[in-house]
């Protein structure tokens, strides 16, 4: 306890002491180091026998050149420009078969009515609208009308379109023989027919000109008409009312998705009368409301709703409606 108590003594063990300490130190961290570094694989890799080896081709046979030419006369893909002639040729020959078919034709005795041309080309396609108890329908050739047998429409005119009845052609002819011409050229378009109501003849106006939503539904409707009018009749179904035998106009149900019906401005059963200032009590003022809709900028529906009379107008000019 003596010797511990001189200064000297006790300097020099903690000297030996940090020296432990440090050499400890460099130990530990040497060991830490050769831990974290990979260790190199000490296996000695055993001799692979390979089974059933591939010959190798001597030079000769890799330097064969290959016959492009004898390759591109096999046609492993098609003949270049076949399928485009096979198609012209198909589409020559559908048009040869409804050449002329019309002109041995007696007018059909079918419960059908002839309301419109929606388009007509020279071959004969096309559209029309024909009508069926009471109810209206746009047809393409070759699709099969509502009656019974096989009737399927053959070929579309300007005012007439052919019918195959079971392999006889039969003619139905636009609005009973009158001058569609004549119609279109001459003849103003007549304003809507209103019946007398007793009491004021207020008009309820539903402007849907400023929705967004319901310009779209408009537009994607009018897309319809030009583009597929058929699937037209999956959002809106239509039927024709008709009053001692005079047609009143057309009355709207929705289809597959009431609320597009709806945001519209019209509830099911709503009798549409005119559009646009066309009367829809009259079947020839069908292709002037199918000419005026295509370039229009909005649609004023005049509607009959449960004895009252209302307006409802929706943009079809999407950046007009933003």
Known sequence: MHSLAQPGRVRRVRQILLVLFVLWAVLALSRLVWALLPAA???????????????????AASTDSIDIDRLRAW????????????????????????DGIEKDARETRLDLKLRGIVASTEDGLGHAIIEHKSRQAV??????LPVSGQV?????????????????????????GSDLGTQLS??????????????????????????????AVAQSYRDRLYQNPQSLAEVVSVSAVREGGELLGYRISPGKDPGQFAQLGFIPGDL?????????????????????MRSASEAVFELERKNKRLTVSVSLDKDAAQ
Request: proline share 6%; glycine share 6%.
């Open 186 to 215: 001459s003849q103003p378009v007549p304003a809507v027919q209103r019946k007398p109501t007793s009491g004021p003849a207020a008009t309820e106006r539903i402007d849907k000109r400023a929705d967004a939503r319901a310009t």
């Open 152 to 176: 399927v429409l053959a070929k579309v005119m300007p005012t007439q379109v052919v019918l195959d009845n079971g392999g006889t052609y039969e003619l139905l002819v636009l609005f009973e």
């Open 272 to 292: 549409v009368t005119g559009i646009n200032g066309i009367a829809l009590n009259d079947p020839a003022n069908t292709m002037r409301l199918y000419q005026a």
């Open 41 to 59: 694989d000490s296996t000695v890799a055993v001799d692979r026998v390979i089974l059933n080896p591939v010959p190798s081709r001597g030079t």
């Open 75 to 98: 046609h492993l893909f098609g003949e270049a420009g076949a399928a485009a002639v096979a198609v012209e040729e198909e589409v020559v020959a559908t048009a040869a078969v409804r």
């Open 139 to 144: 047809y393409a050739v070759d699709d099969k």
